[in-house]
């Protein structure tokens, strides 16, 4: 039995890094739906989604500098009495990111000032259930986090710089 995968390429999830902290009502429910650099329309076709993303985090100022990063499903909700769709948030997960000394290079999708993350560490989630990790350390390439949509149409993702990292930004594939 011959089984293939749907190839995806890479999505930058937003054309310039991001800065700021966590927002205590930016997973708040709301009658408008989301958009802008953060978020991820995975319903465009208004009926299936992928089973997950695959996401690579990079940053700009230093080696070893890091910041924190929150993955949130977003689904709809239609109130029966109104017929009005919300937009309800989830967790997913939470990960604390770490910079590799691996730079970019000009004109490539991570920028030749951007350090590609080496260490990702799940500090919130389902560990090798809904979140899986490649953190290879010793500024190596190829750290990722691959997270399971549970059927969300829409993901966003909420970013902390801990005073550390003075920008990040993440990639993103469908799984």
């Known amino acids: 039995m011959q089984m293939e995968t749907l190839r995806a390429g890479w999505t930058k ?11 205590a009502t930016f997973s708040a ?4 739906k989301p958009s802008g650099a953060r978020y991820i329309d995975l319903n465009s076709d208004g009926g299936t989604t992928c089973n997950a993303l695959l996401f690579k985090f990079f940053g700009t ?12 499903g977003i689904a709809e909700w239609v109130n029966p009495t109104t017929r009005r769709v919300s937009y309800e948030f989830a967790l997913l997960c939470e990960l604390s990111i770490t910079l590799g000394n691996n ?17 990702i560490e799940l500090t919130y989630g389902n560990d090798d259930v809904t979140v899986s990790l490649v953190s290879p350390a010793n500024d190596l390439r190829g750290a990722s986090a ?10 966003a993702v909420e970013g902390d710089l801990n005073s550390s990292t003075a920008s990040w930004n993440a990639a993103y594939k469908r799984q």
């Open 103 to 119: 730079a970019g290079a000009a004109g490539c999708m991570i920028e030749a000032a951007d350090f590609e993350a080496d260490t």
């Open 61 to 72: 100022d230093a080696a070893n500098e890091g910041f924190l990063a929150r993955i949130w």
């Open 146 to 155: 691959l997270v399971d949509t549970l059927g969300h149409g829409m993901i």
């Open 13 to 23: 999830l937003s054309p310039t890094n991001l800065t700021g902290s966590f927002a």
């Open 29 to 32: 429910p709301t009658l408008t």
